[in-house]
Structure formats: C-alpha cells, structure tokens
C-alpha cells in the first residue's frame, strides 16, 4: 500500500537521486522536520544509480575544494549513522599530468587544497609506480595524491541519506509525478502531485527542484530557468583482474580517462573531448534504471589510450560496456539556490557528473540557505542566479554540452573560452571590433573584445600557466591607457533603470551609499546583505528627481534584478532592464579629455564636468550621456549611447583619435589596468561571504543616512574591529604570474587565497588581492609581516599594501 501524501510541509523537494536525498537529509537535520521529498520512480533511478562514485577533493577553487572536503568527511560517517553499507572506502586517489602545463595545474589546485587542510601530496612517477604497479607511468610528468579521497557505492550513499533524513521526520515517497508546481503573490504556494493516476495536492511555501535531467522542463513548468541537458557518459568494466590489489582512484585527464578499482575489476570511465547530447526531444516517460545503447566506435579511441596506459586492460576482458545518461550546464558549474524568477523556488541540479562528490556539500549548502534566508559562505560560482534567460535555448544547450562534459578534465587554463555555442549576444560594435583584430570571449553570453591582435598575428588565444600570446598585446593597450587614450566596448555592463515616486526612498534602503544626490550625480556604492556583506557592486547615476540608472556588471544582472525585485516591499518604483538599449563606450586615459574635445563641442574641462557626474553630451551627429567614472583608474568617460547609434559615435571617436593615437583595448586590459588601481571585482575579491569594511569600502559607506540593509552590522563592526583585510599583493619576481585562487602565505604560513590577479604592465609585476587575518586594523598588524605567494607549489616574495600601488592620491583620475 502507498504511503498517504500530507498535505502540507514546510518543503518539498522534487527528485529523489543523491542531491535531492541530500538537500532532505541536511534539511531534516536542521529541524525542518515536514520535509517532502518526491520521486517519480524510485529512488536513485535517474543518474545516481550508474554514477562511478569517485569522491576527489582536488577541485579548482577554494569554495568547490570546500563543498568536496565536507562530502567526503560526511560519507566517511554515514555509515555509522544509518546503518545502511555505502561502500565509502578511502583508497585516496593519484591525479597525473602527462605535460608541464597540466603540472602546473595539478600543483596550484594541491595549493589551493591544502589552504583548506586538505591532505594532498606532489609525487614522482617512481612513486606512482610504486602505488600503482600496473600504470605505464614512461611518460608521467608529475602527479599529486591524496590519502583521503575515495569512492563510493552512490546508491547506497543516497539510501543513507534518505534514511537519515527519514530518521529525522522527513518523509520520502516513490512513484509520485509532480504535476504543477503553484505560485501565489510572487512565490511558490503548493505543488499538485500524481500518485497511481491520483492527483493530490501539498501546501508548501519552498519546492527544491533536484529533478537531474528533468531540471530543465520542471523549471519551465514554474517560468524558472534551470539550463541543462543530458549526454551520454561512457565506461566500462572488466572481467575479476587475477590479483588485481585495492587500488587508489586514479584520473589521468590529459587521456581523458579515470579509473576504479571494484571488487577486482577495473572500471574506465572517459571525459571525451566531443560529447554526445541525449534527450533532446524529452525523455521518456518510464524512464527507470534505464541505460543508452552502446557507441564502442564513440569509445573506442579512449580504450586505446586506455590500455597504453594500462598495459593489463588489454587481455582483462570486458565484462559491462556502460552509457548512462547525465546533466551537463553551459559552464561545467552545477545550480544551486533561489531561482531569480520565483520565491521559494530552490534549485540544486546539473551536476557535470560529479554529482556524488558534490551533493553531500551541496544539500548541506542549500539547506542552510534555505534555512537562514543566505549562503553560508559565498557561492557566486554555482549560484542559479548565474543562468542567463536565453540559455534555455534547447538549440544552445545542445550545442554547449558536447563541449562541458570534456571540460571536467580538459587543462583549466587561465582565461580559457568556450569554443562552442558563441555569438548569441553581440554588441552593435561586434562587427568593427572583430574587423579591427579583436579577440572575444563570452560572459553571460555576451561577446567582448578581450584583446586586439595585430595585423598579421593569429586571431586565436595560445592557452598556458605562463604568459599566453597575448601577453604583449595587453602590454600595449595597458600602457597606451596609462600614457595616451583607450577606447573599451563594455556594453555587456547590466542596466537597470529604477524610477518611480518611491525610487530614491527605495533605493537608500539597499544602497550603503548616500544617493540623496543632485541630478546627474554617480554614486559607487555596495547593496549589503544583513551580515555587512556584499551583495552587489554597482554605480548608481541620479537621472531625474524620480529615475536612477544602476550600472552592475553583466555576469551579475539577473542576481542584482533578484535583489532588487526581492526588496521592493510597497515603494511605488518600477524596475527595468535597459542593457540591451545602450552601448557602453569607455574612453579612458590622459589624453581622453583631448579626444572628447574633438568629437564634441561640450566643455569637457573639470569645472564643466567633474568627476562622478554624467552629461548628455554631443558626439559626432549623436548623442551620449557621458558618465566622468572609471574603472582602469585614469581620466576619462564612459559614453552610454543609445544602440542605433554606437557606430556612428564609435566611428567618430575612431577617425579624430587617429591623430591622438586612440588605441583599441580589451577586457583583459581592464582588469589589468584596474588591478593595478585595487579596483575590486564582484564575485572575487568582494562576495556576500565578504564584509564592506573589510572589503576596504568603507568610504562607500554612509551610516549617518539613515537606515539601510547592512547598516547594524557595519556599526556592528565598526565598534569590534575587523578580523581581516584585503590587502594588494606585487610579486617582487616580474616573470610569474597571478590568476587567482593561489595561496597567501605570511611569515611562512598560509593565511588565504589570492582572490584576482592579472599583470601590472605599468607596475612591473603580477598583482593581485586577497584577505589576511588581521588583530587589530593598523597598517602595521597587516603589513609587518612578510607575505609570499605560492604557485604551483613555488613561494615567491611579495610586497603588501592596503592602498593602491597605482595612484594611491587618485590625482590622476581627477586630472
Ligand atoms: N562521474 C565520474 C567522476 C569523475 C571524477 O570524479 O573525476
């Protein structure tokens, strides 16, 4: 006999694989005790039953490396707990890199991991060998391993799970469809579920959507976006190996390949280079432990490699040729959190086949958020609030996945692109910048000028650890920003008009900031959260009495509108995405003022236009509003220009800077320039995790205005002290580099990560942020240590400062 379906509960969570059994177990945990979960099969019936189980703690940033230790640590005590085996066994694992660059990356994400006391270790083949007696290792470079990773037997990790979220008054029911997911004043209210051809209802206030590969449709259902798709993941298993001994995992990305040791027999699993989408019309509906069928053609050039590696797999035999469907996302990043779209609506899905490592950190993550009404720690890079409405296209889906699933062992290189899917948001200067020699990557789908090659250099990047063929490139625009004029598309910046009687009134409320300001002005300021952390990063201009245009970054626009439409209580104010209406054009440098001069008859001096005011200003035969603000730390303007009319105005601006040496630059020359500058950047060095004083924005606070979100914690704060601070970091060395994510060592030991870097061509060095703990606020706690960086394993001197390397007096942007 069924088991009844309540009514109502405080959650229910749609999907019963290893994250939704996830999100239920740590929800139950937290006292939420009518809690949900419904599987429209059986449990595990989807991906989690054929998943290898792999749990690996090796990942590429600190918060991934973060989420994994906790699942590992969790599944180590499962057992314990529930009494169900989940055959969690740390046999550690061996990552090895076949070339130096992969050596490079295997080294910096073991620093990165033991900056959150992860047990990793580099190793020599000789000593893989020794570990690993079957593996050809004649051309291994260099390999890491760590003694605590393992692996798993995922359907029963998921048992457990709901087992122990069963013991703690979660309710859990098989063979119940949602049908429709309910929405009342702007947030879920209830789902209709289907139970042997029965329909029944449950009142509830927060879904999980944790549906896998039905992420996506059950999304739709709701109006939310939840962009993934299936494709066919591959291995196999062989026949019992004669003596075959328990083994570590071991991945050797660069064959795209890793191995599990079971029960004597050997399971090869690949990450191969161009996927196979499934799925694409819908999947059926008695979907249910099901398999693909085999493609030994699609997999048969990874086997080769395969026994090369492994001389032994030749004559073992194979006994299961396994291809499983699985959910891949445009970036490689799994969802998780609110939906933008509606109120509690939470998502936890598209896990990139690392969905058994990932969902015991995952549930637990989304649990407390769910809980506390925020992340427990920032979580930018897998937050649902990343996923860009247009990417529910089935068409791009389909296109991007065949590159993501590769990418999980493809070499991460700093600055890599996606090569396939691009093109779908362009500006109107595409065109003229691509004939101009630009180089593009996408952000939120939109194209950028990265960077300008010259004429006659290839128009691709050459990806490396160490300078890429771009580096000179960069050279050139950055110095031409410093020393001359530099004109940057950044019309990907998120635009969000706010107007209304109420808008100044609700916009003091989220901003930190004063914005009681003349008409005209630009105020940067932070949107807090009520910890005093930062939510958003943003400029707003006072347009009218009544109308503020709120200029945010295009990666965080949906997140931003989220925050805005999730504070708007009973203020009369409207709120409008205008990003597709303006082009942005950046005209920055010293000789800017020179330039504008010649493309415009308006007064231009710093009595006519000071810093921080925006101007509608004539160009050319058009018109601009010309915001005096900078992000690369120099003179010069943004011109938001109306889109029908950016290349005439970008062709004005080009053909009277021939004679000033206007140079085209890229994004890449921005973040350099503004590196230099201790410009922050949202989702690195400032976060929802970070607080604004210890951000260092603290003169981008105004606590004597009034009340705000964020304002007690600031005083809060303020009366305690701060515990740590961003500081600026210069390598002393010019040649090594800084991407992000390496470690911060003072007086020999590791404190932090870098949170972004990039290099100071004027500077002469690598340059980047990242906090250090600190007692006490003086500038000597902090920088009376001294500080290293390490790369890839190498520690390397660094100078520390709290204020800017580059034009601490700001003179030049007010010159
Ligand atoms: N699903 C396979 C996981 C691969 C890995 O952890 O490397």
């Known amino acids: 006999m069924s088991k009844p379906i309540p009514t109502k509960a405080r959650a229910v969570i749609i999907g019963g694989g290893v994250s939704g059994c996830s999100v239920a177990y740590h929800l139950a945990k937290l006292g939420w005790t009518d809690v949900v979960l419904l599987e429209r099969k059986q449990l595990t019936s989807g991906t989690t039953w054929h998943a290898a189980g792999l749990i690996g703690q090796l990942r590429a940033s600190q918060n991934m490396t973060r989420l994994a230790k906790y699942s590992a640590d969790l599944y180590t005590k499962l057992e314990a707990e529930t009494g169900i085996g989940t055959g969690m066994r740390q046999c550690g694992s061996i ?3 076949l070339t130096e660059e992969r050596k490079q990356e295997i080294y910096r994400q073991a620093s990165l991991a033991r900056a959150f006391d992860v047990d990793v270790r ?26 605590l990773d393992g692996q798993c037997d995922p359907a029963n990790i998921a048992m457990a799970l709901a ?149 032994m797999l030749e004559t ?60 427990p720690f920032d979580l930018w890079e897998v937050d649902i609030r ?99 004029v530099g004109l940057i598309d950044m019309t990907s910046f998120g635009k969000i008009r706010v107007e209304g009687r109420d808008a100044l009134v609700f916009l003091q409320k989220l901003c930190a900031n004063q914005l009681d300001v003349a008409t005209g002005r630009i105020v940067y300021t932070q949107m807090l959260n009520a910890r005093g952390g930062i939510e958003s990063d943003l400029t707003v201009t006072r347009l009218s009495e009544t109308a503020f245009l709120l200029v945010v970054p295009g990666a965080t626009l949906q997140r931003d509108l989220a925050w805005l439409r999730k504070h708007l209580a009973d203020e009369f104010v409207v709120i409008t995405d205008m990003t597709a209406s303006e082009s942005v054009l950046c005209v920055m440098g010293p000789k800017a003022r020179d330039l504008m001069r010649q493309v415009s008859p308006n007064d231009f001096s710093n009595a006519a236009h000071p810093f921080g005011m925006a101007r509608e200003i004539e160009v050319g035969m058009g018109l601009a509003r010309a915001h005096r603000v900078t992000y690369v730390g120099e003179l010069g303007w943004e011109l938001y220009v109306s889109t029908d009319q950016t290349a005439h105005v970008f062709e004005a601006l080009e053909e009277a800077g021939a004679d000033i040496g206007l140079k085209l630059c890229g994004i890449h020359t921005l973040d ?59 390598l002393t060395d010019p040649e090594p580099l800084l991407f992000h994510n390496e470690a911060v060592v003072r007086d020999g030991r590791i404190v932090g990560t870098i949170t972004s870097g990039n290099y100071g061509h004027h500077l002469g060095g690598a340059v980047g942020l990242g906090y250090v703990p600190c007692k006490e606020e003086s500038e000597a706690d902090v920088l009376g240590s001294a500080y290293e960086i390490e790369i890839a394993g190498t520690r390397v001197k660094a100078e520390a400062s709290l204020a800017p390397m580059y034009d601490p007096k700001a003179e030049r942007v007010r010159a």
Request: neutral net charge; proline residues 5%; hydrophobic residues 35%.
């Open 316 to 375: 073992a035999g194979i006994h299961t040729f396994f291809n499983g469907p699985e959910s891949f996302t445009p970036d490689d990043r799994y969802y998780l959190g609110e939906a933008p779209e509606l109120k509690g609506y939470w998502v936890a899905a598209g896990y990139n086949s690392i969905g058994i490592v990932s969902s015991g950190g995952a549930g637990m993550a989304l649990a407390q958020w769910m809980n506390d009404g925020e992340p």
């Open 163 to 311: 087992k122990g979220a069963r013991q703690n008054g979660a309710t859990i029911l098989e063979g119940v469809k949602v049908t429709a997911v309910h929405k009342k004043d702007g947030r879920v209210s209830g789902v209709t579920c289907e139970q042997n051809g029965e329909a029944f209802t449950i009142e509830t206030e927060n879904v999980v959507n944790a549906a896998g590969m039905w992420g996506r449709e059950l999304g739709l259902m709701s109006g939310v976006t939840v962009p993934l798709h299936a494709c066919e993941h591959f291995y196999i298993v062989t026949e019992p190996v004669a003596g075959l001994q328990r083994l570590p995992v071991l991945r050797v990305p660069d064959e795209c390949t890793y191995y599990k040791e079971d029960a004597g027999k050997m399971l090869v699993g690949a990450f191969e280079l161009k996927a196979k989408p499934w799925g694409m019309d819908g999947i059926r509906e008695d979907f249910c432990f099901d398999q693909l069928p085999e493609d030994f053609d699609h997999f048969a050039p990874i086997l080769e490699k395969a026994v090369g590696r492994m001389p």
């Open 386 to 484: 990343r996923a860009q409405p247009f990417q529910k296209n089935r068409t791009y889906l389909k296109e991007r996945v065949t590159e993501t699933l590769g990418l999980l062992y493809a070499d991460h290189f700093p600055y890599r692109q996606m090569a396939t899917a691009r093109g779908v948001r362009r500006t109107p200067l595409h065109e003229h910048l691509k004939a101009r020699g630009a180089v593009f990557g996408e952000v939120a789908g939109w194209e950028r000028a990265n960077w300008f090659a010259k004429e006659g250099q290839e128009r691709e990047y050459r990806y490396s650890w160490k300078r890429q063929n771009w580096f000179d490139n960069q050279r050139n625009e950055h110095l031409a920003i410093r020393g001359g």
């Open 672 to 730: 350099s320039c503004r590196i230099e500058k201790a410009f922050r950047h949202f989702g690195h060095d400032i976060t929802d995790e970070d607080h604004v004083l210890e951000a260092g924005l603290g003169f981008a606070v105004k606590t004597g205005k009034g009340d705000f979100i964020g304002r007690d914690a600031v005083l809060k704060r303020q009366d305690k002290g701060l515990s740590r601070r961003l500081v600026q970091f210069r």
């Open 95 to 97: 990552t090895v890199a």
């Open 122 to 147: 580099e190793i020599s083949p000789d000593e893989v060998k020794a570990m690993y007696p079957h593996l050809n290792v004649s051309d291994v470079v260099a390999a890491v391993h760590l003694p």
